[in-house]
């Protein structure tokens, strides 16, 4: 039976647009795609989700490997938490209304430290009991042990989880440990795939 919903953050809670704020940041169209190929490179994604350096280090480390882009790797740390942007539409009134009806609402995510300064901007986050972060724990997505964290964390049966991630291998991840789970596409989206899976428990 399933008794925890637990969220993914970028893109599922709140909307991340790096992509456009570097696209606003430079006047040219060549620069800003070459800038892309540094900070948006899946390696380095995943060394500052991780974190197992700080981020402000890691930063730090790519100006002295990319001098040229000094000035615009400082922006990207100063602005980090600027890039996201709003609450995905509609998620706020669905997890309010879960939370009526007796589900416990968990976070899990792929974010570096940056992220405690992005929840206090927004209410959705507050409606969550617990949550756990891959630069916190130096794990990520889609690792078992990440999901196993969060249960063990929070006493949770994968079995009474259902996990919501808009890239499927950390679908694929969640369901492995046995939870079952939803790729994540919007609100409306999501709210049908999960009452489709929750129908036999109403009965």
Excluded at 113 to 133: A, C, D, N, T, W
């Amino acid at each position: 039976m399933i008794e925890n919903l637990v969220f993914d953050f970028g893109n599922v809670l709140t909307y991340s647009d790096f992509d456009g704020a570097i696209d606003s940041y430079f006047n040219d169209v060549e620069e800003a795609l070459q800038f892309k190929k540094v900070v948006r490179d899946p390696a380095f994604v995943a060394r500052y989700d991780r974190e197992e350096v700080p981020f402000a280090t890691l930063i730090c480390e790519m100006q002295m490997r990319y001098p040229q882009w000094k000035r615009q790797l400082q922006w990207f740390h100063d602005g980090y938490a600027d890039c996201v942007q709003c609450e995905v539409p509609g998620m706020y009134e669905l997890l309010a209304r879960y939370k009526q009806e007796g589900f416990h609402l968990y976070g899990l995510s792929n974010w570096c430290s940056q992220i405690h300064k992005v929840m206090p901007r927004f209410p959705i986050y507050s409606l969550l009991e617990g949550y756990v972060i891959s630069s916190q724990e130096k794990l990520l997505k889609p690792d078992p042990a990440i999901y196993l964290r969060l249960c063990e964390r929070y006493q949770l049966h994968p079995s009474t989880c259902l996990f919501a991630d808009d890239k499927i291998e950390n679908v694929k991840g969640a369901e492995a440990i046995g939870m079952q789970a939803i790729h994540f596409e919007n609100a409306h989206q999501f709210d049908s795939a999960f009452r489709q899976i929750i129908a036999p428990q109403a009965t």
